[in-house]
């Protein structure tokens, strides 16, 4: 099993809420996870730039409009995760 | 001297004939590991099957909206057009930016035909399926038509002040202006940026990102090719958006000379791109790196040549520019220099239209970048907006233009086309009101700002009357139409600032998380716009001249110095 395979949906979910956090300058604690991203602050370029970043920490494809798709944290980490 | 065709029908017939096999664009997908070539043959082969296709169904003049996911099917679908005299009016897939735009496009232009591909097809046309206008044109696939018999025809030989396509400005979403384009637009603006920029057929390769149906994409990266019947390597907007290298990439394997994108992206790669990444770049071909579509950025150009210097970019290669769809595309740009020139201004001096130079080490100073010179062919002024003087080197005031590029005006709107295309300085010849405010310092020209406070963002323009519009109501704490919204540098970057009232009987038990959420939500729903800051004001203190007519520029100002009257604790 390589390291890949082991990212969990919690681990998924930690990453997401780091991005995000160090995306709107805000503290980590303050993100909520089960609200869509779009309204904490995430545009429709980001979101695709994030989708590039999930990507290459995950290696592997994900589809640019994965946020989309999967507009919360929550959702999108579960989707990611095994 | 380079062949100058009448229009861009013609061009690309005479390069079908003279250079078949030449790569007409070089179609990147999947990162850059796939790639399609359509030879100048092929293009030509394809478009009269579009044609030929069309013509039965359409009259010359007739409109298209063009909906593509793949960079392939439009350049197809957009020469298909021309051959048959459909004016094409391309509008943006849904995904990247809701489908707002597209039917916005849609009811405004009415179009005969909506040509799109497989993937985007079935998804614009299920979401659009309620608006009235729909009724009417027909939905033809690209893929589809290409394999449907046709009885062939010959291409209609456009004019030079034939339409050759509408550009919807990426702009207000409740009025959405489509600039009609001439054949004699697209070859004076491709002579006068070979000329600009001082590439030729010889030497300009360009390689681009940017999606088709952005101005810049397509006169730039898509008509210029066919006028100068060069290769253009075309990748799509979302491959670059996830992985910026694979855009530098590009540039390395094709000896990409030449390519034009807004400011954002040159920051994105500084972001995105790895160590590792960079090992493998060649960049020192890469010699006209065009920055415009928003305001050019100095700390973003030493960022990135501090960045990919090892790569073999040279700063030189930086070419900042101004342009607007209503001017075809290029206006000003060149000559190149070792560091692009740059001023530095009091930002308070500024704002009263004077420009006074300070040093770097004062506070309240911004940083202007130039857009470069325009060529002798065509005119430009600086013209005090209100009272329509002609302003002397560096004095702040309007751009106004006149020249060969200069389209006629937005379609099917007479009374704002007089307004922007007709703007008079007595002596004869109309000149087209930029909205932008500048400056020429020996003759090169600075951007400072929109007379209309348009705020520009990742390229695209949003006029703030329409964010404000849309937060009306969608917290019960707001105060009815109390908003203002307004672009403000935030660390460097462009940012998006947007003010509110509170009502006095909601701010006991305010939630401000919540107010500013759903204000976050509704602007990004409606017009995939972040906001970067949200201020919630007291009732009543917005400010407000007695015509109303400063007041997101003085909202800015206070922003910026700390002036405004925030709520208690906020």
């Known amino acids: ?82 | 001297m380079e062949r100058i065709h009448d229009n861009l029908v013609d061009a690309l017939c005479v390069w079908a004939n003279e250079v078949p096999d030449r790569i007409a664009f070089r179609i990147l997908t999947g990162f850059g590991q796939e790639v399609e070539e359509i030879s100048f043959s092929d293009l030509h082969r394809d478009a009269l099957h579009i044609a030929a296709h069309l013509t039965p169904i359409t009259v010359p003049g007739d409109r298209a909206v063009l909906v593509f996911s793949s960079n392939a099917g439009f350049v197809r679908a957009f020469f298909g057009c021309l051959y048959c005299g459909v004016v094409p009016a391309p509008a943006s897939p849904p995904s990247l930016r809701g489908t707002e735009r597209a039917s916005s496009i849609l009811t405004s232009c009415s179009p005969r035909v909506v040509l799109t591909n497989e993937s985007v097809g079935g998804l614009v046309k299920r979401r659009l399926d309620d608006l009235p206008i729909l009724k009417r044109p027909t939905w033809l696939h690209v893929e589809d038509v290409l394999k449907c018999e046709v009885n062939p025809i010959e291409p209609v030989r456009p004019m030079a002040d034939e339409a050759a396509f509408v550009q919807y400005t990426s702009g207000s979403t409740s009025s959405p202006r489509g600039v009609v384009v001439s054949h004699g637009n697209l070859v004076h603006n491709s002579t006068a940026m070979a000329l600009g920029f001082g590439f030729d057929k010889e030497t300009f390769r360009p390689i681009s990102w940017l999606p088709l149906f952005h101005d810049m994409g397509l006169v730039g990266h898509v008509i210029n090719p066919i006028c100068l019947g060069v290769t253009s390597t075309l990748m799509p907007a979302l491959d670059f958006l996830q992985k910026p290298a694979c855009w530098l990439s590009a540039v390395g394997d094709y000896r990409g000379t030449c390519s034009m994108a807004p400011n954002f992206s040159y920051d994105l790669c500084v972001d995105r791109v790895s160590d590792d990444q960079k090992n493998d770049l060649d960049l020192s071909g890469w010699r006209w790196v065009l920055n415009g579509a928003e305001p050019v950025r100095l700390g973003t150009m030493e960022r990135f040549y501090g960045a990919f210097a090892r790569c073999g970019f040279e700063m030189r290669s930086f070419f900042p520019s101004y342009g607007l769809a209503e001017a075809t595309l290029y206006v000003t740009g060149g000559p190149k220099m070792a560091v692009p020139d740059h001023l530095r201004a009091d930002r308070a001096a500024l704002r009263d239209n004077r420009v006074v130079e300070v040093s770097d080490d004062v506070s309240g100073g911004v940083t202007l970048v130039s857009s470069g010179q325009m060529r002798r062919d065509s005119e430009m002024k600086i013209v005090d907006p209100d009272s329509t003087r002609v302003c002397l080197d560096m004095e702040v005031g309007e751009i106004w233009l006149r020249g060969p590029s200069i389209a006629n005006g937005y379609l099917d709107d007479e009374e704002e086309t007089a307004i922007t295309f007709g703007a008079s300085l007595d002596d004869g010849e109309p000149f087209l009101r930029t909205g932008d405010l500048g400056f020429t310092r020996d003759g090169y020209l600075f951007i400072c700002g929109r007379v209309k406070d348009l705020i520009i963002l990742n390229g695209l323009n949003h006029h703030p009357r329409d964010l404000e519009l849309s937060v009306i109501g969608c917290h019960d704490a707001i105060r009815g139409d109390s908003a203002v919204a307004f672009s403000a540098d935030i660390e460097e970057r462009e940012a998006v600032v947007m003010t509110c009232e509170i009502k006095r009987s909601a701010t006991a038990d305010l939630n401000r998380e919540a107010v500013m959420g759903a204000m976050r939500e509704r602007i990004f729903v409606d017009h995939g716009v972040k906001l970067s800051k949200v201020v919630l004001l007291r009732e009543g203190s917005t400010p407000k001249t007695t015509s109303g007519k400063m007041r997101r520029s003085e909202c800015r100002y206070l922003f910026e110095n700390g002036g405004l009257l925030r709520l208690e604790g906020g």
Do not use: C, F, Y
Not at chain 1, 25 to 33: E, G, K, L, V
Not at chain 1, 43 to 56: K, M, N, P, Y
Not at chain 1, 59 to 74: L, N, Q, S
């Open chain 1, 1 to 82: 099993m390589n390291e890949h395979e082991a990212m969990t949906a919690a681990r998924i979910k930690e990453w997401l809420v780091e991005v995000i956090a160090r995306r709107l300058n805000i503290p980590a604690r303050d993100i909520p996870t089960d609200e869509p991203v779009t309204r904490l602050g995430i545009d429709s370029t980001e979101a695709v730039v994030i989708s590039g970043e999930l990507q290459v920490w995950l290696g592997r494809r994900i589809p640019p409009t994965v946020v989309w798709d999967h507009p919360t944290i929550d959702a999108l980490a579960e989707h990611l995760g095994e």
